[in-house]
């Protein structure tokens, strides 16, 4: 069997976790986040995701919340769905499922993302509040590392390892040459 080049780069269409479409995103989703940034698709309520996100926001975080019923079959669905929202939902948008997370930021890098989203997995369907506040803590807090800084220092210590290596190499040789003189009246034997 033959595989065309072109099917092989062809960008893949976004999926949806199911229950959601495309008119779900534009009739519920983000008419439910206009209101109080967070669109819960569960029948569960989560009266303190609202606080969670009002939170965020007071802290400069453009924070948008969505929570949906059950786990899709692949956890990239759930960054699809981030990324669909987050086209007129503009900052940072998280989607709950049970056990996973997807995200979606203008604003906040992926590294960081990812970090957030790492201490927020797996925390179970009944617990998607304590997983919003884990991650909202972490995006927060930061990485807690500059590495301009640690790059610059590390630049610096090559330099003056170099300069150093450069006066030793340099001082050795003056020495050296002195000795290799031609002493005057010497005899051969």
């Given at each position: ?40 698709l569960t029948t569960k309520p989560m009266p303190r995701l609202a606080a969670i996100a009002a939170e965020a ?118 020495s050296g040459s002195e000795s290799e003189l031609p002493v005057s009246g010497s005899s051969r034997s």
């Amino acid at each position: 069997m033959t595989v065309s080049h072109t099917s092989v780069f062809t960008p893949m269409a976004a999926e949806l976790p199911p229950p959601v479409t495309e008119k779900t995103i534009r009739n519920v989703i983000i008419p439910d986040l206009a209101d109080d940034h967070v669109a819960n698709l569960t029948t569960k309520p989560m009266p303190r995701l609202a606080a969670i996100a009002a939170e965020a926001r007071s802290q400069g975080i453009e924070l948008s919340i969505v929570v949906v019923p059950g786990n899709p079959g692949h956890d990239s669905s759930l960054r699809d769905l981030a990324t669909e929202v987050g086209k007129s939902e503009h900052g940072t948008v998280v989607v709950f499922s049970d056990d996973w997370v997807g995200t979606y930021s203008d604003t906040v890098s992926r590294v960081r993302l990812e970090w957030a989203e790492d201490a927020a997995k797996y925390k179970g369907g009944g617990h998607t509040t304590e997983a919003a506040q884990i991650f909202t803590d972490r995006l927060e807090t930061g990485d807690g590392l500059s590495w301009t800084a640690i790059t610059s220092v590390l630049l610096a210590g090559t330099v003056l390892v170099v300069g150093g290596l450069y006066w030793v190499k340099s001082r050795r040789s003056e020495s050296g040459s002195e000795s290799e003189l031609p002493v005057s009246g010497s005899s051969r034997s």
